[in-house]
Nanobody, 116 residues
């Protein structure tokens, strides 16, 4: 299983970005998907998750601004990020967790920079 995250970049405060995470391998529908982020000098933190059944969870700091989704036909998870602010600046990582084996897989990360 390999994960390829994309969609990061530089955006002004108040702007939007959509991150994508493509899972290469079989059985995408058997993975819960998540996005994490790590800001400079800080620990990695959970941003959002979407279960195999489509149930979503969010960190309090992004509720109402970020939306996680998945397209099983495309083996892809998304993170739509709206109303970005400088505190959202971080490297965003995609995570896949097998509901069968509980194994975790990580992508390389994509950098999101929000300027004020």
């Amino acid at each position: 299983v390999q994960l390829q995250a994309s969609g990061g970049g530089l955006v002004q405060a108040g702007g939007s970005l959509r991150l994508s995470c493509v899972l290469s391998g079989r059985g995408f529908s058997l993975y819960s998907m998540g996005w994490y982020r790590q800001a400079p000098g800080k620990e990695r933190e959970l941003v959002a998750t979407v279960s195999t059944g489509g149930t979503t969870t969010y960190a309090d700091s992004v509720k109402g601004r970020f939306t996680i989704s998945r397209d099983n036909a495309k083996n892809t998870a998304y993170l739509q990020m709206n109303n970005l602010n400088p505190a959202d600046t971080a490297v965003f990582y995609c995570n896949a967790r097998s509901v069968v084996t509980r194994a975790d897989y990580w992508g390389r990360g994509t950098l999101v920079t929000v300027s004020s």
